[in-house]
């Protein structure tokens, strides 16, 4: 019993310490990849697809925050399309009956 309860604390101990170094590890390979720069090619883009480059380009910031805007947008507005086709071609999910009694 001795032995599991010293094995536990060994392992608990490995883990926090595990937990607190991470970050220097972390940091320690940002300092290394301190030199990659991500863009986009904007060279022949056109419109909004250009746009929406420069804007990764510029902030990334604002581009996540658009893009957390946009993809939910997107899918509802997809989802009401999908029910409107759905229901012209006699597809009724309404008023379905529900199969497990």
């Not at 904007?42 to 993809?71: C, D, K, P, V």
Request: overall charge positive.
């Amino acid at each position: 019993m001795k032995k599991m309860r010293r094995l536990w604390t060994w392992l608990t101990g490995c883990a926090l310490t595990l937990l607190v170094l991470m970050p220097s590890v972390a940091l320690a390979a940002k300092k290394a990849a301190a030199n990659v720069v991500i863009v986009a090619d904007t060279r022949q883009l056109h419109g909004i697809m250009l746009w929406w480059a420069q804007m990764y380009n510029e902030s990334h910031l604002y581009f996540s925050i658009l893009t957390i805007i946009i993809i939910p947008v997107t899918g509802c507005i997809f989802g009401v399309l999908a029910d409107i086709v759905m229901s012209h071609i006699g597809i009724d999910l309404k008023h379905r009956e529900l199969a497990e009694h």
